[in-house]
């Protein structure tokens, strides 16, 4: 494949990316198709997203706008990270944060510092402890951190699987 920006690491994400890719998890919105390969229909199921994972030259790729235009690992290759074993999965906050409009939120909030807050009550009232999802988001982030991720653009190699030709079900 031919790849560009090969050296740009990307940045960790903010804090409320690891949730929403355990919401993406919950709501089956990743579909596997290769080791390397995956895709995401976001929450409100307007968009298709690529992910592209090579673990053993760090490399990756996802057309979300927090990976490609912001610079950080977004939702879609944390979701297909944690699919791939290399991430834990807190099989009770995917239950908890299934369902969850994050596309809505995120537009209508402006904030993730106050989506994080929304969350979180949801999460109370499911019982679950801000301090344990805490430990678990701070626990993603150390790991994410030391794996260097690289984002390379594949977006112009003509040989991938067109997105729109693709059965998501």
Not at 106 to 122: A, D, L, P
Not at 130 to 157: A, C, G, P, Q
């Amino acid at each position: 494949m031919n790849f560009r920006n090969l050296d740009k690491e990307l940045k960790l994400p903010p804090r409320i990316k690891i949730l929403e890719a355990l919401g993406c998890i919950g709501d089956q919105r990743i579909k596997v198709f290769s080791d390397k390969d995956a895709y995401v229909i976001s929450s409100d199921g307007t968009r298709k997203y690529h992910v592209y994972v090579d673990l053993s030259t760090r490399s990756v790729y996802s057309d979300d706008n927090g990976t490609k235009l912001r610079g950080y690992i977004g939702y879609p290759i944390i979701a297909f990270l944690m699919l791939k074993g290399v991430i834990p999965i807190d099989d009770r906050l995917v239950k908890a944060l299934t369902g969850i409009p994050w596309k809505k939120l995120n537009e209508t909030y402006k904030h993730y510092h106050i989506v994080e807050r929304i969350i979180f009550q949801k999460l109370k009232s499911l019982n679950i402890d801000e301090k344990s999802v805490n430990i678990y988001i701070e626990k993603v982030l150390r790991i994410l951190s030391s794996m260097h991720l690289k984002f390379v653009d594949i977006s112009t190699n003509k040989s991938l699987t067109n997105i729109n030709d693709l059965d998501m079900e």
